[in-house]
């Protein structure tokens, strides 16, 4: 009989809540309802705490995976998975009474028939009507499961790339946190002898004369915000001395935390290598030319003694004039040879024509 009693005034209590809830999504929040990315549910709090759910936008249809009539009318805690094992229902109650809203934090429910990640808010509305606003997180949860499956072929990644990708600390010493296997070929030593500088640290590796200007150039992209790129020397474990090539950034932490290095180093020795012999090359080349545009020039002179030194002169004479106009070096040298190649033409002049220019000049 008591039973009877008590459930004739749940269902009387739910119908005048129904009735109230009714009246306010009319007034104020249909639109809320049918827009709203966030599930929301309206649920009626009885006198005797028992709490109903009275409405449901479709988002909160799409994340509970159930029909209107299948929420609608039924009890909080019987259809939304998790209630009981969050607190959820004492919550609502605890809200019904208050009138304080309350926000229930992110949390597992592993208790649960299945894994589920619930994050809600819980509003009065009127006394005896409380608004949920909640976020299904499955599709979250599922995107973090990818991501964990995908860290052994990241990680392959990145141990199979010709250098080293690493993090570090914005110190002296330059602590390792974070360092690809790639410094195994590059320096001999392996990651876990370098991270925390457990046996040494990175800094030790440079060569002594480069640490100041590496540290100088880092701290100077750091307060310029920019990215940063030098070339340097190390010394390998086996006492060889490689130049690298690290491209980075300095990062620094959320809300004035620790400041961190990122970036990714390789070794540029081969390519030094092939740039000193490519610049060897080329000064052989411009000494072989400036020699042939000598060899010309006292040709010239030669076959015209009475000119002699007049091809010098105007080389010098040119290349004076050009520095004073603020032209590069290399400019003004390739002026002053143009100088010693003025009078070539006369190389194809008959040496009789020239005889005789001269002596009817003398």
């Given at each position: 009989?008591?039973?009877?009693?008590?459930?004739?005034?749940?269902?009387?209590?739910?119908?005048?809540?129904?009735?109230?809830?009714?009246?306010?999504?009319?007034?104020?929040?249909?639109?809320?309802?049918?827009?709203?990315?966030?599930?929301?549910?309206?649920?009626?709090?009885?006198?005797?705490?028992?709490?109903?759910?009275?409405?449901?936008?479709?988002?909160?249809?799409?994340?509970?995976?159930?029909?209107?009539?299948?929420?609608?009318?039924?009890?909080?805690?019987?259809?939304?998975?998790?209630?009981?094992?969050?607190?959820?229902?004492?919550?609502?109650?605890?809200?019904?009474?208050?009138?304080?809203?309350?926000?229930?934090?992110?949390?597992?429910?592993?208790?649960?028939?299945?894994?589920?990640?619930?994050?809600?808010?819980?509003?009065?509305?009127?006394?005896?009507?409380?608004?949920?606003?909640?976020?299904?997180?499955?599709?979250?949860?599922?995107?973090?499961?990818?991501?964990?499956?995908?860290?052994?072929?990241?990680?392959?990644?990145?141990?199979?790339?010709?250098?080293?990708?690493?993090?570090?600390?914005?110190?002296?010493?330059?602590?390792?946190?974070?360092?690809?296997?790639?410094?195994?070929?590059?320096?001999?030593?392996?990651?876990?002898?370098?991270?925390?500088?457990?046996?040494?640290?990175?800094?030790?590796?440079?060569?002594?004369?480069?640490?100041?200007?590496?540290?100088?150039?880092?701290?100077?992209?750091?307060?310029?915000?920019?990215?940063?790129?030098?070339?340097?020397?190390?010394?390998?474990?086996?006492?060889?001395?490689?130049?690298?090539?690290?491209?980075?950034?300095?990062?620094?932490?959320?809300?004035?935390?620790?400041?961190f290095v990122e970036g990714f180093i390789s070794d540029v020795?081969?390519?030094?290598?092939?740039?000193?012999?490519?610049?060897?090359?080329?000064?052989?080349?411009?000494?072989?030319?400036?020699?042939?545009?000598?060899?010309?020039?006292?040709?010239?002179?030669?076959?015209?003694?009475?000119?002699?030194?007049?091809?010098?002169?105007?080389?010098?004479?040119?290349?004076?004039?050009?520095?004073?106009?603020?032209?590069?070096?290399?400019?003004?040298?390739?002026?002053?040879?143009?100088?010693?190649?003025?009078?070539?033409?006369?190389?194809?002049?008959?040496?009789?024509?020239?005889?005789?220019?001269?002596?009817?000049?003398?």
């Amino acid at each position: 009989m008591g039973d009877s009693n008590s459930r004739q005034d749940f269902k009387e209590d739910s119908r005048s809540c129904l009735d109230c809830s009714s009246s306010i999504d009319a007034a104020s929040y249909r639109g809320l309802f049918s827009l709203a990315r966030s599930g929301i549910l309206l649920c009626g709090v009885s006198k005797g705490g028992s709490c109903t759910i009275l409405n449901a936008n479709p988002a909160a249809l799409r994340i509970e995976r159930l029909a209107r009539d299948e929420l609608v009318g039924e009890e909080f805690e019987r259809v939304i998975t998790g209630a009981v094992d969050f607190g959820i229902t004492d919550v609502i109650r605890e809200v019904n009474s208050t009138g304080v809203p309350r926000h229930n934090s992110l949390k597992p429910c592993s208790g649960s028939r299945i894994d589920i990640l619930r994050d809600m808010s819980v509003y009065r509305l009127n006394e005896g009507v409380i608004a949920i606003v909640y976020d299904g997180l499955s599709d979250s949860v599922n995107a973090f499961t990818k991501l964990g499956e995908g860290k052994p072929e990241l990680d392959r990644l990145v141990s199979n790339l010709p250098g080293i990708a690493f993090r570090c600390k914005n110190d002296r010493e330059w602590t390792m946190e974070v360092v690809s296997r790639g410094i195994i070929e590059l320096t001999g030593y392996r990651p876990e002898e370098i991270i925390g500088n457990k046996e040494l640290s990175y800094s030790d590796l440079l060569y002594a004369e480069d640490r100041e200007m590496v540290w100088g150039l880092i701290q100077e992209s750091f307060a310029a915000g920019d990215y940063y790129e030098i070339e340097y020397k190390i010394v390998t474990k086996s006492g060889r001395v490689k130049y690298v090539l690290e491209r980075g950034k300095v990062v620094a932490g959320e809300n004035g935390g620790e400041v961190f290095v990122e970036g990714f180093i390789s070794d540029v020795t081969d390519l030094r290598v092939a740039r000193r012999e490519v610049e060897e090359s080329k000064e052989k080349l411009e000494a072989t030319f400036s020699s042939t545009i000598n060899a010309l020039s006292r040709i010239v002179e030669i076959r015209d003694p009475y000119t002699a030194g007049h091809q010098r002169k105007v080389g010098l004479l040119a290349a004076s004039i050009s520095r004073r106009m603020g032209l590069e070096d290399r400019v003004c040298e390739n002026i002053r040879m143009s100088g010693l190649l003025h009078d070539i033409g006369k190389l194809w002049i008959p040496s009789e024509i020239l005889r005789k220019l001269e002596d009817s000049i003398i």
